[in-house]
């Protein structure tokens, strides 16, 4: 918990320590990705409503959500927050920007299967939902004809 804002916090800083040579459209690509990852971050929260928690533990009283965005991901808030240190990263063009989103990724990718554990103990359907919807991207899908 305490790592994924310290590397959010590195990255938003990074940009103004690392002289990063980073043209306009890149830096507007990156805000983008910003601004979209704290999009689909509070969408997803909002959802959540009363079963928010910062930790991965579920409430006891919590409810599975499969529906709406958790459908198309299990877990967006974190897909939120990887867009968010991705798009740092974009701005700030350099090694460090990079590696620090990429501990991120560890990170998210460590604590997701630590809660993923802990919601297959609580719920019997969840191991049915994990082969039906990705865990930080969502998959591509043709149109159908």
Known sequence: MVGQFLLLGL???LPWLV????SPPVRIVG???VVA???LAAVAAFRLDEALTPWPEPRPMGELRTDSIYGVVRHPIYSGVLLIGYGLAV?????WAVAAALTLTLLLMVKASYEERLLREKFDHYAAYCERVPRFVPRWRPARR
């Open 31 to 33: 805000y983008l990705m």
């Open 11 to 13: 990255l938003v800083g």
């Open 91 to 95: 701005r700030a063009v350099s090694f």
């Open 37 to 39: 990852g704290v999009g």
């Open 19 to 22: 002289d990063g040579q980073s």
